[in-house]
């Protein structure tokens, strides 16, 4: 009799914790089922570890961690004279 009421306490345990972490999930705290963390936030955590000991790596990092977007910036931007001289 009382391994059946520890295992309906335990099923009924297991259900709670289950719809408490929906909850909190639902409210944008944890990544419980739906959405995952990206495995390249894990990876660059790590190589900035490995840097530590092999300061090479941190070339890499940095290379990986650059903006894209310092090469795109001229300063001006495109007129319609560039425009019509492309379609030429």
């Known amino acids: 009799m009382i391994v059946l009421i520890l295992l ?6 297991i259900y709670a914790g289950h719809r408490i972490l ?7 705290w944890i990544y419980y089922r739906r959405r ?5 936030a894990l990876g660059n955590a790590l190589m900035q570890v490995q840097t530590f000991y ?6 890499v990092l940095e290379a990986r961690l650059e903006e894209p977007t ?7 931007p495109p007129s319609d004279l560039d425009k019509r001289d492309s379609l030429e």
């Open 8 to 13: 309906t306490f335990g099923v009924i345990g």
């Open 22 to 28: 929906s909850w909190m999930e639902d409210r944008g």
């Open 36 to 40: 995952r963390g990206t495995s390249a």
């Open 54 to 59: 092999q300061p090479s790596v941190q070339e």
């Open 70 to 76: 310092e090469a795109a910036e001229s300063g001006d």
